[in-house]
């Protein structure tokens, strides 16, 4: 059994990344730029956009970060993504969900130019993606597809099963695994049978946001098991955080898989990595270059 170490996986990508950009500036004689925004104050986006931004910074791109009050209203926030859509220094815009009840999140990711769209939620790029078109993808499925390939190699006639059926993850992940040529399972909270059906899985992925629902008997032995869930249990004494777990029980699988992602660890650092490519190859994409090899 090993253990997928999904943030050496991550540093290594954002050093080429980092090397392609430098190529990229000497070419072109800019930097590629990512926008991001935030709109209130929810400490968890708060923390996410901060790290996103850093992110930026050390990989050589340009990082622009509005944050905005909670009160912001719809038309102010669509006005600042048309003014991100114009503005030739943005190649990536990333608007940080979730946002503030009075504002309609599909019609704002719906403002964002899909050129730009380097979280890969635009319904252009999903429609692409699920047509089998370049697509600007969404970044966590993408990590955990990087991650399945540098694992596993050839994708191709192995069943996966993905548990989670959501636009950002567990969607974009079976047209991946599709593309790959994994025979495909989606499961979902309607699913008769799951444990069986994760059973019959030579690549199960996890999306769910159930803390440790998968156990070990749910696995094939020699599986890969990529968990994707992101869940603090409460915390076992006042004033301390909850533990972080995934949706896999990961000791008991680790009995039984033959690789896993740990959480924290696994795909969650994989998930800025891929922001960054997004952002790089919609940088080429913009200036007419082919997108590079990562
Ligand atoms: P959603 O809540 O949008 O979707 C959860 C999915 O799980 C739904 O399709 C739901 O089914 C399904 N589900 C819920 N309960 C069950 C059940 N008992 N049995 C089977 N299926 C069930 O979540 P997300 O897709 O946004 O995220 C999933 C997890 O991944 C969360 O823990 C989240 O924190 C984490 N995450 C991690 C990221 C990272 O960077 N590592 C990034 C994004 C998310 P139905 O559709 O029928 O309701």
């Known amino acids: 059994m090993s253990r997928i170490d999904g943030k050496a996986a991550a540093a290594a990508l954002r050093e080429r990344i980092a090397a392609k950009v430098a190529a990229f500036r000497q070419q072109v004689g800019r930097a590629p730029g990512l926008a991001v925004v935030l709109v209130g104050e929810d400490p968890a ?145 309607r699913t008769r049978n799951l444990q069986e059906i994760a059973r019959t899985a030579d690549i199960l992925v996890a999306a769910v946001g159930r803390p440790e629902m998968v156990k070990g008997d749910w696995i094939k032995p020699g599986a890969t098991v990529i968990d994707v869930g992101i869940n603090r249990l409460p915390p076992a004494e006042e004033g301390a955080r909850g533990k972080l777990v995934g949706d896999v029980a990961t000791e008991e699988a680790e009995g039984v898989a033959k690789a896993i992602t740990p959480v924290p660890g696994g795909v969650g650092p994989m998930t800025i990595a891929m922001l960054l490519a997004n952002t790089l190859r919609a940088a080429h994409a913009r200036e007419g270059l082919e997108a590079p090899e990562l």
């Open 45 to 189: 986006s708060s923390v996410y956009v901060g790290s996103k931004g850093k992110a930026t910074i050390e990989a050589g791109m340009e990082s622009f970060t509005h944050r905005l009050n909670a009160a912001t209203s719809e038309a102010d926030l669509l006005a600042l993504v048309k003014k991100l859509n114009a503005d030739e220094r943005v190649d990536g815009i990333l608007v940080q969900l979730p946002l503030p009840a009075h504002v309609d999140e599909s019609k704002v990711l719906d403002t964002i130019d899909p050129s730009k769209d380097v979280d890969g939620f635009h319904v252009i790029n999903a429609g692409k993606l699920a047509v089998g078109q370049e697509a600007l993808v969404p970044c966590t499925p993408y990590g955990c597809i990087h991650l399945l390939k540098e694992e596993l190699g050839d994708l191709s006639g192995l069943h996966a099963v993905v548990i989670g059926r959501s636009n950002i993850v567990g969607k974009p992940m079976a047209q991946l695994l599709l593309a790959e040529n994994a025979t495909v399972t989606i499961a979902h909270s």
